[in-house]
């Protein structure tokens, strides 16, 4: 299954159900069940499914505050030249973070399976 790294705030926002676009410089063509890890934690600390993913604009961005939770007032700043709206709904949380073994390399997704599980 593929694990999507966050950083905090971002992650935590996603899980309370409270931020539904995660902003990407990229497109994704995944979809379905996804895990949610923290980065800089070794943890899965939930999931959630990732059902869309489109382009948006500044505009789009400024007048979508809800979705992202990204500051007015720094969302002219972002750095993607082309930043994407990844769509994630039905985010849970887990009770307790699950470890997992990180491989080298992985910025954005981590391919776990039930080997990588500590």
């Keep these: 299954m593929k694990g999507l790294i966050i950083k905090e705030p971002w992650i935590d926002l996603i899980l309370d159900g409270k931020k539904k676009w995660e902003i990407r410089g990229v497109t994704t063509k995944t979809r379905g069940k996804i895990l949610l890890i923290k980065?800089?934690?070794?943890?899965?600390?939930g999931e959630a499914t990732l059902i869309d993913c489109f382009r948006v604009s500044i505009k789009q961005l400024q007048n979508h505050y809800p979705q992202h939770r990204i500051p007015i007032e720094t969302v002219t700043t972002i750095k993607y030249h082309n930043p994407c709206a990844w769509v994630l709904e039905n985010p849970k949380r887990y009770d307790i973070p699950i470890p997992y073994k990180h491989h080298i390399g992985a910025i954005i997704w981590v391919n776990i399976d039930s080997n990588d599980i500590i």
Excluded: D, L, R
């Excluded at 980065?39 to 600390?45: A, R, Y």
């Design 39 to 45: 980065s800089g934690t070794g943890c899965i600390w």
